[in-house]
Each structure stands twice: as C-alpha cells, then as structure tokens.
C-alpha cells in the first residue's frame, strides 16, 4: 500500500512516520530561558548527524498555534543545549518532563533527579544521564511547523562505567538505553541484540572466484 503525503493531514502523515520509523533514540534535553529559567524536555526526532564537525540534529515542533516551544525559543535565544541521552532507571523522570506545562515551568524540580554545572554551556546536565553533550547552535532551518537544530557537541560526558579511556571502547549495552517505538506511549529497551560485520569488497570478490 502507498500513500500520497500530499493528500494526508498532518496527523495522518505523523502517525504512519512516526509507527514506521523505529526506534528512535531519545534525546532529553535542558535549555535555560534569557531569564534563568531551566527547561527539560525528550525529543525522539534525533539523531548524530557527524563527526567533523560533531553534529545532532533534532526535530523541534512547534505548538498548535505555531509559536515555539520552551525548548526551541531558548535554544534560539542563547545557542545553548545539553543532550542527554535516557537510560532505564530515568525514564519515569523522562516521562513527566513531556508534561504540557504552561511556559517557565521548570519540569526537572518535579523529579528526582539532580542537576551537576556544564562545562562550556550554560545549561546544567543531569546527573543520572549516562550521556550528555554540551551543545552550541549550529544551524536552525524552519520548516513549516518544525524547526530542525543542528547542535554542534563542544564537550561530551560520558560515566565512567561506560567507557575505556584508553580506546574510547564504549559499552552501549551497559547503559541500557531506551527509544521510542509506535503509537503513544510505546517504548523499547536496548535487549535482543545482533552482531554482523561489514563486508569487505576486496574479501567478497576473491569468494567469488
């Protein structure tokens, strides 16, 4: 079955892409307003966008009237954001800062988790992230009722328990890390995992002889 996207509503072209495309890492993000004020929210349309220069990218939608969102009018405003991303143990936390609060609400105080100062941005990082990246605006584009961010990562955090400082091994697994999946409310865990190598086009040739 196909679909033309320009004979669907918004709605209808959110729900096909958003139950299709899967999973989806999230990134929990804190931003801090002109005024001080700290704002925490979890975005799933994201993703590393490169290393040179080292990029995220994140998918910001705007309200139903169109005006921005806490997060994007403050990463707009000062150029400054921490991504982090969300383990198991944070996902209640994650969860209650994608309340619809009226604006200057600070969502994280209603949690328990803790906040530690960032290095080279304002905002502050949250304690428990197994990850965080400091962030700087790179590029914004406005696209209809999204504005899409590229954040340039000035300074990565990364636990100790997660990490060999002497290879930069990383243990994904460890982290337990959660995505999104379809339809409201749906969420995956980082279990049932596979490995496969790259193939090599030099070593598949010669199997072809």
Not at 58 to 86: A, C, Q, W
Not at 123 to 151: D, H, N, W, Y
């Amino acid at each position: 079955m196909d679909f033309d996207f320009s004979r669907l509503s918004t709605p209808e072209r959110y729900k096909l892409m958003g139950s299709a495309i899967t999973p989806r890492p999230i990134a929990w993000i804190t931003t801090l307003s002109k005024e001080g004020v700290l704002n925490t929210a979890p975005y799933s349309f994201f993703n590393m966008m490169g290393a040179e220069p080292p990029l995220v990218a994140i998918g910001l939608m705007r309200l139903p009237d169109g005006s921005y969102k806490d997060t994007t009018r403050n990463i707009i405003d000062t150029g400054e954001f921490v991504v982090h991303l969300v383990s198991e143990k944070d996902v209640e936390a994650m969860n209650f800062t994608s309340i619809d609060a009226p604006p200057g609400f600070d969502e994280l105080a209603y949690t328990r988790c803790e906040t530690v100062p960032s290095i080279d941005v304002a905002p502050p990082r949250i304690a428990s992230a197994p990850v965080a990246m400091e962030c700087r605006l790179f590029e914004k584009v406005e696209a209809g009722q999204s504005t899409i961010v590229l954040g340039e990562v000035v300074r990565f955090h990364i636990d100790d328990a997660f990490v060999d400082p002497a290879n930069l091994h990383v243990d994904a697994p460890a982290m337990h890390l959660v995505a999104r999946m379809h339809g409201a409310g749906w969420y995956t865990r980082s279990t049932d995992l596979f490995q496969m190598t790259r193939p090599v086009f030099a070593n598949w040739s010669e199997e072809q002889d």
